[in-house]
C-alpha cells in the first residue's frame, strides 16, 4: 500500500459541499437516533483515540454473505482512526445500542466487499470512487482496496 493510498481522505472541498454533506449526515444521523434505518443506517459512537470522548457519525452497514462491514468510502475519516484504536464501538438505532468488535480487513479481502457496497449504495457513495461501479473487475477493486478502510464487525460479547 503506498503512502498516497493509505492517507487517502476525499473531503469535500466547496463550502456548498460540505454544507449539504452536513445537513445530509445531520438528516440521517437525526432519523437513525430516532428509530428510523435509512437503507441499513446506523450511528457509529466509538471513543475518539486522543480524548476518550465517545464520538459519533452516521454509517452504512453491509451485510454480506452472513457478515456485517463497516466501509469508508471517504478513506482515512476520523472515526476509521478511532476505531482502529478502539477495536470496536457501538451500533445505534432508536433506544437499539449493539456494542461491537472490530477487524480491519487486509486489502485482498475486500474486492467482494466493495463490490456488495457499491451494489447496495452507489448513489450515495459512488462520487467517493472515482468512477469504479460494482461492475469493475476484481483486478480493479483490488487496486483501489487501499484507500477504502474495510471492518468486519462481530456483536461484542456481554
Request: aromatic share 10%.
Amino acid at each position: 500500500m503506498s503512502g498516497t493510498e493509505a492517507s487517502r481522505y476525499v473531503m469535500p472541498t466547496s463550502p456548498m459541499g460540505r454544507r449539504v454533506n452536513g445537513m445530509f449526515n445531520s438528516a440521517v444521523a437525526t432519523l437513525t437516533k430516532r428509530g428510523v434505518s435509512v437503507w441499513g443506517s446506523r450511528v457509529l459512537y466509538v471513543r475518539g483515540r486522543k480524548t476518550g470522548e465517545w464520538r459519533s457519525n452516521p454509517v452504512n452497514v453491509l451485510t454480506y454473505q452472513g457478515h456485517r462491514y463497516l466501509v469508508a468510502p471517504r478513506g482515512q475519516t476520523q472515526w476509521v482512526r478511532n476505531l482502529r484504536v478502539a477495536d470496536g464501538g457501538e451500533l445505534r438505532v432508536g433506544g437499539k445500542v449493539e456494542r461491537f468488535t472490530a477487524t480491519e480487513l487486509t486489502d485482498e479481502r475486500k474486492p467482494a466487499i466493495l463490490r456488495a457496497y457499491l451494489k447496495r449504495w452507489k448513489m450515495e457513495v459512488g462520487v467517493f470512487f472515482d468512477g469504479v461501479g460494482a461492475d469493475a473487475p476484481d483486478a480493479k477493486l483490488l487496486e483501489i482496496a487501499p484507500g477504502y478502510p474495510v471492518f468486519l464487525i462481530t456483536e461484542a460479547a456481554a
